[in-house]
């Protein structure tokens, strides 16, 4: 169904002619004086903006690791900021490395608010992140059928045929000049996918059909970009961009571009390092650039280039923080994103309240991975309950807390299942969790000490389970997301156990800490000591 949005007043109605004549009217004259100007010389001007792991962040974010900005971010700030580079600069691309979808006016319209959003701003291309499979591979082929622009996976193919899911490059051109663009996904993003909701598609490795691409493009093109939603899972933490020692890094990203010579700029995504100036591969110069996610930051390259040499001359990249109170909402995207929220009343019923803000912390034990594990176990009757730190989207606000606050937090479809495990098993689970390849699994009903320092496999030191030693053949009751049942994140351990309640029987974890809300308004804070590093 196309989105009705409601009538404007006269005085707005003007308002938006106006912008309109801005947006598209002005940059085609001026787009015309550069046609004029390129007849006698060859070098361009070209801005290049691009984003990457938005996840549904429609909302400004409080900055409160910073002491300067109070908020950053917001759907409708973001594309006032896209807009006001588009009315100064000459010749300007959008790009997206994928993972728009997630969150609660996500899950509510299975990502059609998302594509709505991409319209409005004229995004030109996006690849295909993991969270673009939250509600299955069959609502994803319909709704990106809805956009006008190329949504990309070169990689993905149904399975066990060499049936493209998805287009897998395209030409963009603008005022005659073409950029060749490649989408893809890379392995560890697939991983973290329910595995039932990709049961139909193969995900091969990218770097030969990407080698392939270049070489069909590269001839035809001015530039080859490659929008890559790939390398290690971004660490689930809203001050990410705080923590350096928490950041990913781009090793993946670099890795491709030097097997794959002829990449112009490759714009990462899913690790979501922030990459405050371009990297250059040494070997193939290629640009290695990402955003820290969220929209809190808008990526920004400007080139100058020589269009007989087809070569950059020079560049200057960087992040540009989206200011939210420095920026006037887009009147269109904001209104899009409330058309949405009033046909679901329901998020903004206020469910409980807390006394302290419930933060994510992706390597440690956190608050609101305590928080959300104690309900999954007090639910389920269990021993122990885990939570993975990717289940963790969101914090929880000091004071208020809505319906919808409790769906951006955990947004997934994830249910608690209940299942036996060894307690040796368990042990597997936590030194997984200590390797911190996929963040510090959140816990319940247990205490373990652990040595980083120490070889991977061999981090745990005292572990108890209910103030008991743990025995390693006992069977222990554990609640937990039945993605880590199903063996995802890299957590095979859990498929030692047996399921006693499996996933159509089982309730989502959002629904078990609503349920919790409205027996208990206004819980206390979590007690820590849960996961205790050995300090040497």
Same mark, same amino acid.
Do not use: C
């Given at each position: ?14 308002? +938006?002619? $106006? ?15 550069? !046609? ?20 549904? !962040? ?20 973001? %594309?006032?900021? &896209? ?19 997630? =969150? ?38 319909? $709704?990106?059928? @809805? ?19 998805? $287009?897998?490059?395209?030409? &963009? ?16 993003? @697939? ?56 950041? @990913? =890094? +781009? ?22 390092? =922030? ?46 923080? &989206?200011?939210?109170?420095?920026? &006037? ?19 903004? %019923? ?22 959300? %594990? ?10 122990? %309950? ?71 496999? $061999? @981090? ?24 880590? !049942? ?25 629904? +078990? ?8 308004? !206004? ?14």
């Amino acid at each position: 169904m196309p989105v009705r949005i409601p009538f404007f007043s006269k005085k707005i109605n003007r308002l +938006v002619s $106006q912008l309109i004549i801005a947006f598209f009217v002005v940059p085609l004259a001026v787009g015309l004086a550069n !046609a004029e100007t390129d007849s006698q010389g060859s070098v361009r001007e070209i801005t290049i903006l691009h984003t990457n792991d938005f996840e549904s !962040a429609f909302n400004p974010i409080p900055a409160y690791w910073l002491d300067d900005v109070n908020f950053l971010g917001g759907g409708a700030e973001l %594309a006032a900021l &896209v807009e006001n580079i588009r009315a100064r600069e000459d010749l300007v691309y959008l790009f997206d490395a994928g993972d728009m979808f997630t =969150g609660l006016l996500s899950n509510r319209t299975q990502g059609e608010v998302l594509m709505e959003m991409m319209i409005t701003m004229r995004y030109d291309a996006m690849a295909i992140g993991n969270h673009e499979y939250d509600y299955g591979w069959e609502n994803l082929r319909k $709704q990106k059928n @809805r956009a006008p622009f190329p949504i990309m996976g070169a990689n993905i193919f149904y399975k066990g045929t060499d049936i493209p899911f998805a $287009q897998p490059y395209a030409i &963009v051109e603008k005022e005659g000049f073409r950029i060749g663009v490649i989408g893809i996904i890379g392995e560890d993003a @697939r991983s973290v996918v329910l595995p039932s909701f990709v049961a139909e598609l193969d995900f091969r490795d990218p770097a030969p059909i990407v080698r392939e691409a270049v070489a069909y493009l590269k001839p035809d093109v001015d530039l080859v970009v490659v929008l890559a939603h790939m390398g290690m899972t971004a660490p689930m933490q809203t001050d990410a961009e705080a923590h350096p020692e928490i950041q @990913r =890094g +781009v090793e993946a990203d670099l890795a491709l571009v030097g097997a794959v010579p002829g990449i112009d700029i490759f714009i990462g995504g899913h690790a979501d390092n =922030g990459t405050e100036k371009p990297i250059v591969h040494p070997e193939t110069g290629t640009l290695v650039v990402q955003t820290y996610g969220h929209g809190i930051r808008l990526g920004y390259i400007k080139l100058k280039y020589d269009t007989k040499a087809k070569k950059i001359l020079s560049y200057e990249g960087k992040l540009l923080p &989206v200011e939210s109170e420095k920026l &006037v909402p887009h009147p269109i995207v904001a209104q899009k994103i409330e058309h949405y929220r009033k046909k679901y009343p329901e998020i903004e %019923a206020v469910v409980g309240r807390l006394e302290q803000r419930l933060i994510r912390s992706y390597n440690t034990e956190s608050s609101l991975g305590s928080f959300a %594990a104690d309900i999954m176990r007090k639910s389920a009757h269990s021993d122990v %309950a885990f939570i993975n730190a990717g289940g963790l989207r969101s914090d929880l606000p000091e004071g208020e807390v809505s319906f919808g606050n409790v769906i951006d937090a955990f947004p997934f479809p994830n249910r608690v299942v209940l299942m036996d495990l060894a307690g040796k098993d368990i042990l597997g689970v936590l030194e997984q969790s200590m390797t911190l390849e996929r963040g510090m699994i959140q816990t319940s009903g247990l205490v373990a000490h652990y040595d980083l320092s120490r070889p991977k496999g $061999q @981090r745990v030191d005292e572990f108890e389970i209910g103030g008991e030693p743990v025995d390693p053949d006992r069977i222990y009751k554990v609640a937990v997301a039945d993605l880590l !049942a199903e063996g995802a994140d890299l957590y095979s351990s859990f498929l030692n156990g047996t399921i006693t309640r499996g996933r159509e029987d089982s309730p989502k974890i959002s629904e +078990v800490v609503l349920q919790y809300f409205s027996d208990v308004p !206004a819980p206390d804070f979590p007690k820590p000591g849960r996961l205790i590093p050995i300090e040497r």
